[in-house]
């Protein structure tokens, strides 16, 4: 009789929303370690079950991973379609960027380790979700033309993504209010129209001449550092390094001890050039004002020509050892640290936390805006990103 009741019991004693669970937990292990740094096994022991209960909903990772971004989605999808003007959209995704801070590093990461035949579909709906929003934001900016539109639309989703990033712990009421004000302030953000402004073509990195041959060691990290950011560290291997420059992946150590040492090159010199934009930045400054935007727009000049370093120094810092990895960390704590004593000086009125989320809600706008290939295309895409960026920092925001 006791045999027969068990299973009864089990089921009794078994959360409905098990699976919803199970996602919550992933997509929180996903984000704080990586996707293939996290098993199955890993995740059934944070809800407190075994692999066999992850088993029961999902065949393998893969599938928990894909399950897992539909579910963001399905969620993103349902925020646009109740909202019935823009306020409306910006109050709720304010709720759910504080209940599902993983989201975005759902999407804009571990999305990667999908198949093209599973990511197509999700980015066809995600594209979906930013053509309705941006009709909402679109009915309340009718001043501008379509293409300032979709800029603004994207920035929105950025501030949107940017509250995944950090772990600052303010109080709800607080949160909530700050983001709705960052909102605002990219929707209502003045953009100088196109035909009225002289646009500072870049271009981006110059390009080599056929004449001079570049060093294959920097070769090497150039091709690493692509393929890193468009697969993952894990998916790439020694041989697929060596055959972007055309060479057998034995002669890679030629250059590097390994995969890893490639990585590690890879990041030291992202954090270099970012580093020395922003000294470059503050010589030319007088006040802490000048210096914020001077260092916005260096920044601004570094993701945009360096869209492939900004990939990887967002997503795969995780894959060096403790010692390497601990050291870029540092190196992004005191670049951060610049931006947040200039932004003290400039607006002393800010509390730290506050400041700290503005600096990172202005980083998201620009990584996100260099990485997104409709908007890297823009030729005034840097001046759009100083613009947004400048209306961030001086956002009128609350204060205690």
Same mark, same amino acid.
């Given at each position: ?8 019991? &089990? ?6 929303? /098990? ?12 984000? &704080? /370690? ?21 088993? /029961? ?11 897992? =971004? ?9 925020? =646009?379609? #109740?909202?019935?003007?823009? *306020? ?32 197509? %579909? ?20 009718? $001043?501008?033309?379509?293409? #300032? ?24 009421? &607080? ?7 960052? !909102?605002?302030?990219?929707?209502? !953000? ?24 570049? %060093? ?15 697969? @993952? ?6 041989? *697929?390094? @060596? ?8 002669? =890679? ?51 945009? *020509? ?27 704590? $005191? ?44 030729? $005034?895409? /840097? ?18």
């Amino acid at each position: 009789m006791t045999k027969a009741l068990k299973p009864v019991q &089990d089921r009794a004693r078994r959360p409905r929303d /098990r699976k919803q669970q199970i996602m919550r937990a992933a997509s929180e292990m996903f984000r &704080d /370690r990586g996707y293939h740094n996290v098993s199955l096994a890993d995740v059934a022991e944070s809800v407190g079950i075994t692999p066999g209960g992850v088993y /029961r909903h999902f065949r393998n990772k893969e599938e928990l991973l894909l399950r897992t =971004v539909e579910n963001g989605l399905d969620g993103m999808e349902a925020m =646009v379609r #109740d909202a019935s003007d823009l *306020d409306e959209f910006i109050v709720k995704s304010g709720t759910m960027a504080l209940e599902r801070r993983a989201l975005a590093a759902l999407w804009q990461r571990e999305s990667r380790h999908l198949s093209d035949a599973q990511r197509e %579909p999700l980015r066809a709906r995600l594209s979906e979700v930013v053509a309705h929003t941006s009709g909402l934001l679109g009915a309340e900016r009718r $001043d501008l033309p379509q293409a #300032d539109v979709e800029f603004l639309t994207w920035a929105l989703f950025a501030v949107f993504t940017s509250f995944g990033v950090h772990r600052i712990a303010i109080p709800k009421r &607080d949160f909530l209010h700050l983001h709705h004000q960052l !909102c605002v302030t990219v929707v209502d !953000c003045t953009l100088v129209p196109g035909d009225a402004i002289s646009v500072e073509l870049h271009g981006g990195p110059a390009a080599t001449s056929a004449a001079i041959q570049v %060093p294959r060691r920097e070769q090497l990290v150039t091709e690493a550092t692509r393929l890193f950011d468009e697969r @993952g560290f894990q998916s790439v291997s020694v041989v *697929d390094i @060596g055959a972007a420059v055309g060479i057998a992946g034995s002669s =890679v150590y030629k250059h590097f001890p390994s995969k890893t040492d490639l990585l590690a090159a890879a990041l030291v010199r992202g954090s270099e050039k970012m580093h020395a934009g922003m000294t470059g930045a503050l010589a030319q400054a007088q006040t802490p004002q000048e210096a914020l935007i001077r260092v916005l727009r260096a920044h601004i000049d570094f993701a945009v *020509d360096h869209s492939r370093l900004i990939g990887i120094l967002m997503s795969e810092r995780e894959e060096l050892p403790e010692k390497e990895r601990k050291a870029t960390y540092r190196a992004q704590r $005191d670049y951060t640290a610049v931006w947040l004593r200039l932004i003290g000086e400039a607006r002393p009125e800010l509390t730290t936390a506050t400041a700290k989320i503005v600096v990172d809600t202005v980083f998201a706008v620009i990584n996100n805006s260099a990485r997104t290939r409709r908007l890297a295309i823009r030729p $005034d895409l /840097r001046t759009r990103l100083a613009e947004i960026g400048s209306a961030l920092l001086f956002a009128p925001l609350p204060v205690a």
